[in-house]
């Protein structure tokens, strides 16, 4: 096990160090959208590398990032109907499977938006909501809020602070995208709520 982390560790390094080639962004967009289906690395990395040497290119990077993980995410969900559970246990062990289905079965497609701040590799969660045929534009939606929250907070922190902000994001990454998930879905509960009030406001019968 520990030699497959370190495989891991150094593909996550490599990927960091091709931040300033000529063929960065286009990297960039390839490991997002393989990210959402097969590619064990996180496009991260080399988000905060490329952005970080260019912070006022940080947001726009960020939001090539969430297209680019939408994209995988679309395709994730595509494979899951088709092929099924048996690639999924290729991919990825029981337990986590286990775990993300658990997530399925009780926030249907808010299970997406809980996938933006959790360990566990999005790929599990796009193509077992193919497995389990979840609804294609809900899924979309909440890919696209959770995705957002996750890439534009590190877009954002870089474009405003520039380089001072690396060390925060390197110690902070997982409080910051719980803080951003939980901050997205706040707002989208709250527009919901408004929604249905306003509905129920001019439709009282």
């Not at 009780?106 to 389990?132: D, E, Q, R």
């Amino acid at each position: 096990m520990s030699s497959v982390f370190d495989f891991l560790h150094r593909l996550a390094d490599w990927t960091e160090g091709l931040a300033d080639s000529d063929w960065a962004v286009a990297l960039l967009s390839l490991i997002a959208v393989s990210e959402s289906v097969v590619f064990p690395i996180p496009p991260d990395p080399l988000l905060i590398a490329i952005g970080l040497a260019d912070p006022g290119s940080a947001i726009w990077l960020a939001l090539l990032v969430t297209l680019g993980s939408v994209i995988g995410a679309v395709m994730g969900h595509w494979i899951g109907r088709k092929i099924g559970r048996p690639l999924l246990h290729r991919l990825v062990s029981e337990n986590k499977t286990v775990r993300v289905e658990a997530l399925f079965n009780k926030y249907g497609a808010w299970a997406i938006l809980v996938a933006a701040f959790t360990p566990i590799p999005f790929k599990v969660f796009t193509i077992l909501a193919g497995v389990m045929n979840l609804e294609m534009r809900p899924f979309i939606i909440a890919s696209i809020i959770g995705r957002g929250a996750r890439f534009l907070t590190i877009g954002v922190l870089i474009f405003v602070f520039g380089e001072s902000i690396q060390s925060f994001i390197d110690d902070n990454f997982e409080i910051l995208t719980i803080a951003s998930g939980g901050g997205f879905i706040a707002i989208v509960i709250a527009y919901l709520v408004f929604t249905r009030m306003q509905s129920a406001r001019h439709n009282p019968n």
